[in-house]
């Protein structure tokens, strides 16, 4: 069963937006219905991303309204970008990872300017090879009438 907001354990990450990832509005106007488990991990997931309710947080504060900021939950976990591929939202290559945690350097591609000669033949040649490029076309040896 999902609860309602006043009903949700805030204590619980798999209860603590449960309430409000029910039912999300979508572009249709229409409520988007998901699984209860499914929720219940999203809803723990954004907990650990140090996501929390101003209703848990507002619990924090001293009779003077005031949080210190040592008393304030920690982000457990992070995205990192994905090593390879275009950087955008449909590369499910990106990760989350302990907030702890470096991302990996980038993958870098040399730069063939640096190559020699011979290695830019043989980049040419396995691109070729591999499809990515055509290779290049063979003009016709034709006899030419010179008077």
Same mark, same amino acid.
């Given at each position: 069963m999902i609860p309602y907001q006043?009903? $949700?354990n805030m204590d619980n990450p798999e209860e603590h937006h449960?309430?409000?990832? =029910? #039912?999300l509005p979508?572009? $249709?106007g229409t409520g988007a219905l998901s699984h209860p488990a499914i929720l219940r991990r999203w809803s723990k997931h954004l907990v650990e991303a140090g996501c929390f309710h101003i209703s848990y947080i507002a619990r924090l504060a001293d009779e003077n309204g005031?949080? =210190?900021?040592?008393?304030?939950?920690k982000q457990q976990i992070k995205k990192i970008p994905a090593i390879r591929g275009p950087r955008h939202a449909y590369n499910n290559a990106t990760t989350w990872v302990d907030v702890d945690r470096e991302a990996p $350097?980038?993958?870098r591609l040399p730069d063939p300017a640096q190559f020699t000669i011979q290695e830019n033949h043989a980049?040419? #040649?396995r691109l070729e090879e591999l499809g990515i490029i055509r290779p290049a076309a063979v003009p016709e040896h034709v006899a030419e009438e010179v008077n």
């Open positions: 006043e009903e $949700a449960l309430w409000a990832l =029910h #039912n979508t572009i $249709a005031n949080i =210190h900021i040592s008393k304030l939950p $350097a980038p993958m980049l040419v #040649n």
